[in-house]
């Protein structure tokens, strides 16, 4: 897998994070695989919703992935979800503060208080956020659906 852009110097941790949502609203849940290279280690982590949106399940999977940083990283966010990435490198969520977190058509922002908790997570941290389209054999990406997938289906389960 080719980086996007390259770090100035290469990341510390790798978080790939993915949502997956049963009906939208429904179920829903997250996983993040916590990636460290040079220690050769990772961390798993995975939650659930009763009823929640899928973007919802793609922004928590990021914060709760730099939550678990325990210290100021340089972090590779690795997603298939173009709504987080965008947030950040298209300029969503810095238009969204000056307009008092109205879109560009006046309306609220969807799920304001989740994208002021990833701002204020990743700020902590050097963070470069890279897409990576979904399903398409990246083998953490694929993980990180499973957790989400099995944290929903537990829910579920329930």
Known sequence: MKPERELKSEPEVWI???GACSGNPGPGGWGAILHYPSAGKEKRISGA?????NNRMELIAVIQGL???????????VTDSRYVVNGFTAGWLAGWER?????????????????????TAAAVHQVEWMWIRGHN????????DRLAVAARLGLQSK
């Open 16 to 18: 790939y994070a993915d």
């Open 49 to 53: 919703e009763s009823m929640t949106t």
């Open 67 to 77: 939550a678990a940083l325990s210290r100021p990283c340089r972090v590779r966010v």
């Open 99 to 119: 307009n008092g977190w109205r879109t560009a058509d006046r309306k609220p922002v969807k799920n304001a208080e989740l994208w002021r908790e990833l701002r």
């Open 137 to 144: 054999g990246n083998p953490r990406n694929e993980e990180a």
